[in-house]
DNA sequence: AAGAGAATGTGAATGTTTTCACTAAAATAG
DNA sequence: CTATTTTAGTGAAAACATTCACATTCTCTT
């Protein structure tokens, strides 16, 4: 059992994410308990490591039966932050942002869009999916007033240095980032990028070099 | 200088993507040569960890200089195999799936979408963007005729399994797969897993540790 | 042309993550 | 009730990844 939750090697926390999402569907199958051979083996990992991992947040398995579905799945709930909802706001309504939004996964989860931010006056004051628009130059304001927790950034990416300035001068507390512009942690903001031609171009790696 | 590329650290290869985009970036500005430290910093790594990387793949730097931006360019879109166009299927022309389409990125760059497989009757043998929609059923079929090399996954959850059954089947080379359900690579198939909420879960982890 | 400075490439050291291999507890079968 | 099987938890070992630190080479200035 860890001590520093805060330096939690970030492989361990996207394995628990994977090891939540299995046992939803275990459970959904009606299943009451599981062992780490089987979170194991759905996902590619070894037992060994899925008894490590939960046993930097306690432990939680009883020896000879594994673990019980229910009281796993809030333990892990617990620890990603997930028993409560996350305020996220979009910033860029172009056609992956609308995606992101239409998305009904994350509203039936942990997060939820509760302003959009545009720099095209035509949508600024409208609303999209319910959700009200605004003008990226207010950033500062409806943050603070909508207490928004976590930006999605989906705008081109001309457009990523000035806005992320922004993220940071408003004191959001993070950002998951979908342009192809790598953007690091500063000020109180800490980022999470993510790209999709590194996704690709790690494939076209290995299907090049076997 | 590494022998086997086939079994190249995946960190190596993910950062190798990083370079290039700002590779790219630095060129765009007019420059012709960087060094390893700009290279790191504009990233968040380290100058050795810049130099070692390439190591792995031959020696392009200069001593006192750094590195051609051209040439390096050059070697990076070789080792990650873009040096060449990659056939893609979309399955699942829904919202995200119709933005992906859209997404200029990757026609501008190694990749291009050359079929569309759909399950709904009413969208089978029409267009979408100029690009023809097939029945899934036939994945097996087109996907040789059209030598598809990577399948972009964008289907409801509850359709994974089937669909990858026939994706392994057809013995396509890769899979990009942005559905909630891992899926492990098996037969000749190589997969990538994309997943939002791990993304957004490790955000709100951290978040909630600090 | 010599010296100072810049920057690579890399073996060795360090740090991190994963796996091994075992102890111990609970469940099950005989 | 005892033996066998199952399975968690965990130090120790191994594998893997990063950083250090320096010899070497190239550039630039004077
Ligand atoms: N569409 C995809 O599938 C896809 C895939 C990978 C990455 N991306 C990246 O995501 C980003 C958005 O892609 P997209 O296809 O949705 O583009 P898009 O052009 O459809 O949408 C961008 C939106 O951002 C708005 N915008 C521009 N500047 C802004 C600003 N300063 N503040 C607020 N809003 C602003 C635009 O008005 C537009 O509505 C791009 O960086 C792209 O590279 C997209
Ligand atoms: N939209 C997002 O922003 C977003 C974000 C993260 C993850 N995802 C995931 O991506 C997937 C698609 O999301 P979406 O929002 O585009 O959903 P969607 O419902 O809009 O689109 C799914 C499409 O797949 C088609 N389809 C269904 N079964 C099929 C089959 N067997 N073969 C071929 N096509 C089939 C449907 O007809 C539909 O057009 C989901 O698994 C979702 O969880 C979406």
């Not at 940071?168 to 999470?192: E, M």
Request: glycine fraction near 8%; include cysteine; proline fraction near 3%.
């Amino acid at each position: 059992m860890r001590e520093k939750l805060g330096k939690m090697p970030l492989p361990i926390v996207e394995r628990l994410s994977v090891y939540l999402l299995t046992l939803l569907d275990i459970k959904s199958e009606g299943r009451v308990s599981v062992s780490s051979l089987e979170l194991a083996e759905r996902n590619g990992f070894s037992s060994a490591q899925v008894r490590k991992d939960l046993s930097c947040f306690g432990t939680f398995g009883k020896k000879g039966t594994g673990y019980d579905i229910d009281l796993l799945i809030e333990k892990i709930r617990g620890i990603l932050g997930l028993k409560r909802t996350w305020r996220l706001a979009l910033i860029g309504l172009g056609n992956l942002g609308k995606a992101l939004i239409t998305h009904k996964g994350f509203t039936t989860r942990a997060f939820e869009f509760v302003a959009i931010f545009e720099k095209k006056p035509s949508l600024v004051g409208k609303q999209y999916k319910g959700i009200q628009i605004y003008n990226i130059e207010n950033l500062d304001k409806i943050a603070k007033a909508k207490r928004i927790e976590i930006v999605v950034l989906t705008i081109p990416k001309e457009e990523v240095a000035g806005v992320y300035e922004k993220v940071i001068v408003a004191g959001i507390p993070a950002a998951l980032n979908f342009t192809p512009v790598r953007l690091l942690s500063k000020g109180n903001t800490l980022v999470k990028n993510v790209n999709f031609f590194q996704n690709l171009e790690t494939l076209t790696f290995y299907l090049s070099n076997f």
